[in-house]
């Protein structure tokens, strides 16, 4: 899958957006012969076999062609990314389970994701197209994001007249530090407690 995405599918690259969206035959085969090459969110079973959350399906998104940062916490239930190039994922961003990140909206228009470094995409998220997930922005359970919206450091939940509620503004001085996840990792003797290396877990898993 990843050679055909890389020599056959190629770049996915966003709508400008003073043109009309491509909703050309070719267009349309790239997106769909990705997802059935790619047909679940596991990875067609690897996720399971290289441990669910850790820097391996990090190397992999990469390789399809996301944006990854450092240290991101990825879900047990995995995702499916329909045009991977247009996501940006900044260092330390955790994900809970079973959310949405959407690249392209009904009409074929393809827009930009990117999450900054320190942003919690908690459960059940829905993002749209364009979204930008700010350095200490927190999307809560059930969020759904406005398309082309942003989002500043803070909590925001659920969906209000097109937009997420803001349950609480936060500070950027309280953003972009590393997560548990990530600290557990970096500074294995400041935590009072032993993470086994990633190959122990890979071993494990197979």
């Known amino acids: 899958a990843i050679i055909i995405k890389r020599w056959l599918i190629g770049t996915f690259t966003a709508t400008p957006d003073d043109q009309d969206p491509d909703r050309s035959d070719w267009e349309i085969f790239r997106t769909w012969i990705l997802g059935r090459l790619i047909p679940d969110p596991h990875l067609c ?11 391996c ?16 916490y990825w879900p047990g239930s995995g995702f499916r990314f329909s045009e991977p190039d247009l996501l940006e994922i900044g260092d330390y961003v955790v994900f809970g389970s079973r959310s949405l990140l959407y ?8 827009q930009k994701i990117k999450l900054e470094a320190g942003a919690n995409v908690s459960d059940r998220c829905v993002i749209l197209p364009g979204t930008t997930v700010k350095c200490g922005a927190v999307l809560g359970s059930g969020a759904l994001t406005k398309q082309g919206g942003t989002y500043n450091p803070g909590t925001y939940v659920g969906s209000r007249n097109n937009d997420c509620v ?7 001085a309280d953003a972009g530090t590393p997560s548990s996840y990530a600290n557990a990792f970096m500074r294995k003797n400041r935590v009072p407690y032993f993470v086994l290396p990633e190959i122990a877990h890979i071993l494990w898993s197979t």
């Open 103 to 110: 690249t392209s909206d009904a009409t074929h228009r393809r």
């Open 57 to 72: 399906i990090s190397a992999i998104y990469r390789l399809l062609g996301v944006k990854v940062g450092k240290y991101v």
């Open 166 to 172: 803001v349950l609480k503004k936060g500070s950027i």
């Open 45 to 55: 079973g690897v996720q399971p076999l290289l441990g669910r959350h850790y820097e």
